[in-house]
């Protein structure tokens, strides 16, 4: 059973993060070093090599559909945020439209990782 708690609890940092757009450079930060945990944890579930960049996916073809989930939902949330966190966005009108979305893949995470941990 693949061990999550880290990953959701870094998820958790992001969004304390989140409360003050100006820092839109630690919201990036703690979001890639998020998602680099949540691949470092589907590797090592699968025993293969854990990646070492954020954005770095691996998955066994054989890979049980709930961690194929995971990572398909990882690599939306990495794609979103590349533009959603440039600093010059931070009091955009875009930075907070995205921001919510992001927020609502960030939430479908969260409970996507509670649900495989708990399985």
């Known amino acids: 059973m693949p061990e999550f708690a880290p ?9 304390e993060s989140a409360g003050d757009p100006r820092t839109a450079y630690l919201i990036r930060s703690r979001l890639r070093r998020a998602l680099l945990t949540c691949a470092r944890t589907v590797a090592e579930t699968q025993n293969l090599e854990k990646p070492r960049l954020p954005g770095q996916w691996v998955l066994a073809e054989d890979a049980p559909e709930e961690l194929t989930r995971v990572v398909a939902l990882c690599r939306r949330i990495h794609q979103n945020s590349e533009h959603l966190c ?28 509670a649900t495989v941990e708990s399985d």
């Open 7 to 15: 990953a959701i609890r870094q998820l958790e940092a992001v969004r």
């Open 86 to 113: 440039q600093p010059s966005e931070s009091f955009d009108v875009r930075w907070e439209e995205g921001w919510r979305s992001l927020s609502i893949d960030l939430d479908r995470l969260q409970e996507m990782l």
